[in-house]
């Protein structure tokens, strides 16, 4: 085929134009069927037409999902959040405008296989025009801190890995306060003050103290957590405790046996491993 022939989408079958065609690995796409793809989706030159048309299956099995969804907690400042749905066990990264129209991807917090808290850390010196025009540095020297709060998740979805969300509109940047001027001491005075210095030691400036920085440290923690699968602190069932004790290495302690829910002589409900059941005493 010439490089000017006609092309056609190989999933909707509409006319691609001149600048409108998105390369697949055996195939063609228009435009409007790559707007459908996972906004987090980046493997799409990589991909086959069938590949493809599974995923925009799931996109529009997504739809039901994002109908049923409900914000209980968002995450960040931004135009894009984290969004989670407790009850449902689900999030989303997107704006509230993709979820009340859109079709953002809703998933499953058993999807998320890691979450990790990303702090993006730059300094650089303050400096200031002089009489000439010229920047300088500031006299004692400065530091201006430039920060950017990000959650990085990790998924087990066929599409894509892993989604980053900014939770900082901007980025947060701290000034290293200016030292204060020296005062004109009579002689013991400055003598006082310098001892006074001396042995209280000179204290740096950090900028991990400032109220913002600590603000959105505690909000990306938060969202780590709120990412977490389910613990499940139930017991073993007895199947799954023969199991476990057929398992057991040789010489593994009798403490570590795993002992039923509920004691067989009376009922009581046991909340961790006995030898003996703490209601009537009878051994397990």
Same mark, same amino acid.
């Given at each position: +085929?010439?490089?000017?022939?006609?092309?056609? &989408?190989?999933?909707?079958?509409?006319?691609?134009?001149?600048?409108?065609?998105?390369?697949?690995?055996?195939?063609?796409?228009?435009?409007?069927?790559? /707007? $459908?793809?996972?906004?987090?989706?980046?493997?799409?030159? *990589?991909?086959?037409?069938?590949?493809?048309?599974?995923?925009?299956?799931?996109? =529009?099995?997504? $739809?039901?999902?994002?109908?049923?969804?409900?914000?209980?907690?968002?995450?960040?400042?931004?135009?894009?959040?984290?969004?989670?749905?407790?009850?449902?066990?689900?999030?989303?990264?997107?704006?509230?405008?993709?979820?009340?129209?859109?079709?953002?991807?809703?998933?499953?917090?058993?999807?998320?296989?890691?979450?990790e808290v990303r702090i993006n850390e730059r300094h650089n010196q303050i400096e @200031?025009?002089?009489?000439?025009?010229? +920047?300088?540095?500031?006299?004692?020297?400065?530091?201006?801190?430039?920060?950017?709060?990000?959650? $990085?998740? @990790?998924?087990?979805?066929?599409?894509?890995?892993?989604?980053?969300?900014?939770?900082?509109?901007?980025?947060?940047?701290?000034?290293?306060?200016?030292?204060?001027?020296?005062?004109?001491?009579?002689?013991?005075?400055?003598a006082v003050r310098s001892i006074r210095q001396f042995l209280e030691g000179a204290?740096?400036?950090?900028? @991990? $103290?400032? =109220?913002?920085?600590?603000?959105?440290?505690?909000?990306?923690?938060? /969202?780590?957590?709120?990412?977490?699968?389910?613990?499940?602190?139930?017991?073993?069932?007895?199947?799954?405790?023969?199991?476990?004790?057929?398992?057991?290495?040789?010489?593994?302690? /009798?403490?570590?046996?795993?002992?039923?829910?509920?004691?067989?002589?009376?009922?009581?409900?046991? *909340?961790?491993?006995?030898?003996? &059941?703490?209601?009537?005493?009878?051994k397990l």
């Open positions: +085929m010439g490089l000017f022939d006609k092309k056609f &989408c190989d999933i909707c079958g509409a006319k691609i134009g001149l600048l409108g065609n998105r390369k697949l690995e055996d195939g063609n796409l228009c435009k409007d069927c790559a /707007a $459908k793809l996972s906004p987090f989706f980046s493997e799409r030159r *990589d991909s086959t037409v069938a590949q493809i048309r599974d995923q925009l299956a799931w996109r =529009e099995r997504n $739809k039901a999902l994002v109908a049923e969804f409900h914000c209980d907690r968002a995450f960040g400042e931004g135009s894009t959040r984290l969004r989670v749905d407790d009850s449902a066990r689900r999030f989303a990264v997107c704006s509230s405008r993709d979820l009340e129209g859109g079709n953002p991807d809703i998933l499953s917090l058993d999807d998320v296989t890691s979450a @200031h025009r002089d009489e000439s025009g010229k +920047m300088v540095p500031d006299d004692p020297p400065r530091t201006r801190w430039s920060f950017d709060f990000s959650v $990085k998740i @990790h998924v087990d979805n066929p599409w894509f890995d892993q989604i980053s969300v900014l939770l900082n509109r901007s980025t947060v940047t701290i000034d290293e306060p200016e030292a204060d001027k020296p005062k004109q001491d009579d002689g013991l005075q400055k204290k740096p400036f950090d900028p @991990h $103290k400032d =109220e913002e920085y600590l603000r959105f440290a505690a909000m990306a923690d938060e /969202a780590v957590a709120a990412l977490k699968p389910a613990e499940d602190d139930a017991p073993l069932d007895q199947e799954d405790a023969l199991l476990k004790q057929d398992e057991m290495p040789p010489g593994a302690p /009798a403490e570590d046996v795993f002992r039923p829910k509920f004691c067989p002589n009376c009922g009581h409900k046991l *909340d961790a491993p006995h030898k003996f &059941c703490p209601n009537c005493g009878e």
